[in-house]
């Protein structure tokens, strides 16, 4: 069974310009979790679905950033512009929408803004 | 509000050392707990989880008891090896799949 997917793997822009990230959960997940994990920290929650209702974006800092999950499947997730302290690896997961169930890691996609 | 506290690290020992990375946890409720992974150039992957007071989850040696007494879900393992050098995370979810992580734990193991 194929895992979460993310793409890029990495990705280099210069500040002010806009990035965007794809993500593709594992089949049948109802819940989707963005998460940003700076240098030797854990991950930060960014924004969680449910479906395709975004259940708490309370942490997305929303002038630059947004998300969006059509059908309830794949979601993207963009900044614009970005600014140097973006520089992160952002993390996609996703769950079923069962209580006690883990959350599925993609392998990320490390942003670098120069 | 919810969160996690992690033992701050590095953490280096040699090999078939005692290894005991302290967890505790700040919530409302009863969250389920979870110990997550991350090998050098690897996503996270799960460890173990507890989902109840008591609980114990256990993985590769690998073992954290839920407290609730204590809140805490210290990961133990009784002999490490090389192999386990990674940066491991505790993380708390409540009861509408929302998922907190701690900062995290490096650990290095030397032959």
């Known amino acids: 069974e194929a895992g979460v997917v993310q793409s890029p793997r990495y990705k280099i822009i210069e500040k002010k310009q806009p990035v965007a990230f794809w993500c593709n959960p594992i089949s049948g997940h109802n819940t989707l979790y963005w998460y940003r994990q700076n240098l030797g920290q854990g991950p930060e929650l960014l924004i969680r679905y449910e479906n395709e209702e975004a259940v708490d974006d309370s942490q997305l800092p929303k002038d630059r950033f947004s998300a969006e999950r059509l059908k309830g499947v794949d979601s993207t997730l963009k900044i614009q512009p970005a600014e140097l302290g973006d520089s992160a690896v952002y993390l996609c997961?996703?769950?079923?929408?069962?209580?006690?169930?883990?959350?599925?890691f993609g392998q990320g996609t490390r942003l670098t803004v120069v | 509000g919810n969160s996690v506290t992690q033992m701050e690290g590095p953490v280096t020992l040699s090999e078939e050392a005692f290894l005991t990375i302290n967890c505790t946890y700040t919530?409302?409720?009863?969250?389920?707990l979870f110990w997550y992974v991350q090998y050098p150039g690897e996503g996270l992957q799960l460890l173990l989880k507890a989902t109840k007071a008591d609980d114990k989850g256990s993985n590769k040696g690998f073992e954290a008891t839920y407290r609730k007494e204590t809140t805490s879900f210290h990961l133990e393992k009784g002999s490490v090896q090389v192999s386990d050098s990674a940066v491991y995370f505790c993380a708390l979810q409540y009861n509408n799949n929302d998922m907190r992580f701690g900062a995290g734990t490096r650990l290095t193991v030397k032959p």
């Open positions: 997961a996703s769950s079923f929408r069962l209580m006690n169930t883990e959350a599925f």
């Open positions: 919530a409302t409720g009863y969250p389920s």
